[in-house]
């Protein structure tokens, strides 16, 4: 049994956590919830010895613990599976498994033979069908997930922490999770699970505890509530997503895109995309469903003009044929493109908001307008609704759904005709989804033609006029709104 | 009230607190020290440190780095000197065309230019480290020097070159006013142009920098090209300082320009750091190594306590960035 008791945990003019209370019990899956923000990252840190000052109490089984390192967390036995993957890609499973705790012969040289095996038995009872010597950078995104558990059972963690870990997770891939977390579960193991996806808490979960604004909220039994009222708790409020679209008359072609092919940069045979055509309408919605890696992020790359020596397409914007070399000549031709990860490729993290916003419009003078530069995101700030005390704070303090933010207001001052989004509100809380949700819908009603990527089927029926399914580099089906459902989307998806 | 040492004030000019603390040990150490003829000593000495870390800085806050600058400082010189001294001539065409004091700088800030462009392109269009590209630089750039002046100095330059070194302009040394107005051209540019917001991008995130639609390569190569003019004003400093210029000048320059940067809170990771840091950083490398030649310290020493200094100033950056 993994205890807090009042903890506490300020940051220069933050107060992060507040008091903080709650029991995670053995053999069962505890549910973390929280917006965005709310201080589940903040305390995964405390629980795991990342963040060694705080006000209060742990106690694991009974007994007060405080860690000074990571080390000395997992050697309590408390493991934690982050949303990032932490794995080395240049290495191979087996050395990625045994990092920091490899086995040596008694002449202190490494011995592989002995690790591979013992990766081979751990792989067994997680049901990962791959060779120990398999290079990590091989792996599906699933399975990588999959090496992060077999990490924590190597270290016969009691305690498994699970930050998100389905969000980047093809069905398939989810079910074997869940699957392993039964067993995991079934041993008596501890594990605590943070997901903003609803309908996976209420299969897993057995208790829940909710923060809002570093205070714990409530704690309970998932079979004693209901997805309305862990929102409510979550928010404060009541949240409604509209599902129904917003229906207007789509005639003018705004973009039409022929024959689109991409083949793989290091592999000339292999083609990442196949003869894609459609086109998209002024004001119109156009959803992009897809498992991961579908194609669907290097379809939206490839009009963005990043893989100009790979790829082969007609395009049409406005009635006017245009080529892609770079960003920039698609910027101007009114493109926009909200990236999927907005970490490494969305902001520089460093930067104000302002500088950030101002990225992609600065004067072609040369020389900065600082006041207009102000004006611009003091009003974005205000419009997205994006929380913070000035627009001089770094980006790098803010939380998910806020940076998300930022990236739009950025594209959103280019003024794009064409906005593409990929995975618009992954990571990031349901209230600041359910703003960029609406904020989708206002831009579209404004006229602005966008290209949306989702892997949440809600989200794509949610808001598009139309929906297009890849799977392996084509397209496989297009439904209009009123036609499409989650069964018709999921089968679409499918690889053959 | 009581003031704490986190206070942001105190963090943003901690630098600068240092440089003080150095002068307030040195005055009580050595009576030489805090007099006037030793202070503008000093600045003439930093003067063409000054210059070149300028550059510097715009590259490092590029997340780049460039190792050639004092190799570039010393071919540029030569040239200058050369081109002074004894003209261009054409034998073939039977031409021989003379130098002006000003002709002669221009050409050679001019070949600092296409030496920095030239590591700016290999950068840019074969994707070379710039460790590695300006590391080949240094050698280039060097070996050209030895070929252009046959190993021997270039001197007796002229009165009128020599009054850029050592002359004095209302009251203060020439060479203090050549770097001011280098200190202000790059202050202008990271402050004022956009051309500097997207230095600053670029080292912070280049991907979401290119994402934006910056033309990085275009931004790099102005870059370095600036860089390497710093350089050649650095070289034109020190060889009319001198009246004569060394087929040897300029050697591990680059050190002591990457030392200033770093001392003044420049990242070497990129995005963060700033001009006047780097001016301040300039200034406490001149201070310590004039102090401690007052004191009579031996030059060897000079160097174990140099590297301790920039050691400290890199941890006490770092412990910072922590909080």
Redesign the interface.
Known sequence: MLQAINISKEFPGVKALNQVNFTFYPGRVNAILGENGAGKSTLLKILTGVYTEYDGEIKLNGETVSFSNIKEAQNAGIAIIHQELNLIPELSVTQNLFLGREILTPLGILDATKMEIEAKRIFEKIQLNVSPKTLVQQLKVGEQQLVEIAKALLCNANVILMDEPTSALSDKEIDNLHRIIFELKKEGKTIVYISHKMDELFKIAENYTVLRDGNSIDEGEMKDTTENDLIRKMVGRDVLIDKKCTQSQFENTILKVGNLNLIHPNDKKRKLLHDISFELKKGEILGIFGLMGAGRTELLETL?G?HPANSTYSLEINQKNVLHK???E???NGLA?V?EDRK????????DIS?NI???N??VS???EPSKEKNASKNYIEKLRIKTPSEMQLCQNLSGGNQQKVVLA?WLATNPQILMMDEPTRGIDINAKSEIYNLIKELAADHMSILLVSSEIPEILALSDRILVMAEGKIKACYLAAEANEDKLLKSALPD | MTISLNHPLIKKSQSLIALFLLCLLFSLLSDKFMTSANLWNVLRQISVNVCISVGMTLVVLMAGIDLSVGSVLGFTAAVCAGLLKNGLAFESLDLFVGFSVLGAILVSILIGLALGLFNGWVITKFSIPPFVATLAMLTIARGLTMLYTEGIPISNLGAEFEFIGSGWILGIPAPVWISILMVLIVLFLTKKTTFGRYIYAIGGNERAAFLSGININKIKLAVYGIAGMMAAVGGVLVTSRLNSAQPNAGISYELDSIAAVVIGGTSLSGGIGTVAGTVIGAVIIGVLNNGLVLLDVSPFWQQVVKGFVILLAVIIDKMNQKK
Do not use: C, N, Q, R
């Not at chain 1, 490494?344 to 930067?351: A, I, W």
């Open positions: 963005f990043m770079k960003p920039k698609a910027i101007e493109f990236t490494t490729e969305g902001l520089v993290l460093g930067m500088s101002s990225l992609t600065l004067p040369g020389f900065l950025k």
